[in-house]
């Protein structure tokens, strides 16, 4: 298993406004997933963050919109730029599950976004 | 379209009921988890199948694992109030590393 902290836990942003979202994991990992959970609904993923290279992003997601980086295999960063009240969401950072163990996901706490 | 359907999408029930949870495919999976998501955190692993045909057990939670690999369920036996979350269902499909969530069922039991 993996201990995943996220920051900010939660904040309120007004429009217009950029956020960045920290995430640090307690041991190495390859890649690093952020996904988007809007109210009531299930997980979307956003991108693939991978040390040393180009987040790798999903459709409909863009890296003007949500620029990550990945500094070093235990940490990343997601920013969701020029908020809009649409941007108002839970986003979550992962990791795969330890060896053998190929699919599983643990996750951060998450951070809750109110964007007015 | 979801690649992942879930059913039902939510669900009242009384303590002490029973209930299942289905999650279906026409994809073939190498592996599917089911999650439990309570308010204010992330999702945590329940369980992981693998195999087509496989039964796994957690205390009053049974899973099972299609023998195509298409489908699963989550079966509670005697649900208590303290088994209130959104569940989800997620897996990789073969040949493939990223993982795909069903789009849950948000279970409420009641005392």
């Known amino acids: 298993s993996a201990v995943i902290s996220q920051k900010p836990s939660r904040d309120i942003c007004q429009r217009g406004t950029s956020l960045t979202i920290q995430c640090q994991v307690d041991s190495q990992v390859t890649m690093m997933f952020w996904y988007r959970q809007q109210p009531g609904q299930s997980l979307t993923l956003i991108a693939t963050?991978?040390?040393?290279?180009?987040?790798?992003?999903e459709s409909g997601f863009v890296i003007d919109k949500f620029p990550i980086s990945r500094p070093n295999l235990t940490f990343s960063t997601l920013t969701v730029s020029n908020m809009s009240p649409e941007d108002s969401s839970i986003y979550l950072c992962?990791?795969?599950?330890?060896?053998?163990?190929?699919?599983?996901?643990?996750f951060g706490e998450g951070s809750r976004l109110t964007v007015l | 379209t979801q690649l992942l359907e879930q059913s039902p999408q939510f669900l009242s029930i009384q303590e002490g009921e029973n209930l299942t949870v289905y999650c279906n495919s026409s994809s073939v999976f190498s592996s599917l988890q089911w999650y439990r998501q309570e308010p204010g955190e992330g999702p945590v692993l329940l369980v992981t199948?693998?195999?087509?045909?496989e039964v796994k057990k957690l205390k009053r939670l049974t899973f099972q694992f299609g023998d195509a690999r298409k489908d699963s369920s989550l079966h509670i036996t005697a649900a208590q109030t303290g088994d209130t979350g959104l569940y989800l269902c997620a897996g990789e499909r073969a040949g493939g590393f990223k993982t795909i969530f069903g789009a849950g069922t948000r279970l409420f039991v009641k005392a």
């Open positions: 963050a991978n040390q040393g290279s180009e987040a790798t992003y």
């Open positions: 199948v693998v195999t087509g045909g």
């Open positions: 992962s990791v795969h599950g330890g060896q053998g163990n190929t699919g599983e996901l643990f």
